[in-house]
């Protein structure tokens, strides 16, 4: 049988990371909350690489923003050339007539 992964929340991970910020040790908090060390670290470092945003993926919130606006420019490229479709389809048609 198989171990299940957990999952951590933004939250908990700002509660432990504001614990290290304190002046407490890595393996204190670690041994507290039952995490990994290396874990913990880990987030620790995205924290402060990612100017204080953090999420459960670890998925900085600007990363997010820039994978937002590169689907939505996807999209409207497509908009826009179903459209010039569209009105090259109305254009020829209008010439026939």
């Known amino acids: 049988m198989g171990y299940k992964r957990r999952t951590f929340t933004k939250e ?4 432990l990371i504001a614990e290290l910020e304190t002046g ?5 908090v670690a041994r507290e909350y039952r995490v990994h ?5 880990r987030w620790h470092c995205q924290y402060h690489q990612s100017a ?3 999420n459960e993926t670890g998925i900085t919130t600007e990363q997010e923003k820039i994978a937002t606006l590169e689907r939505t420019v ?3 490229t497509m908009e826009n050339l179903l ?4 009105l090259r389809h109305i ?6 007539t």
């Open 12 to 15: 908990f991970k700002l509660k």
């Open 91 to 96: 254009e020829h048609g209008r010439e026939e």
């Open 52 to 54: 204080g945003t953090l």
């Open 74 to 76: 996807g999209q409207l």
């Open 37 to 41: 060390p290396v874990l913990l670290s």
């Open 83 to 86: 459209l010039k479709k569209a």
């Open 24 to 28: 407490r040790t890595n393996a204190e």
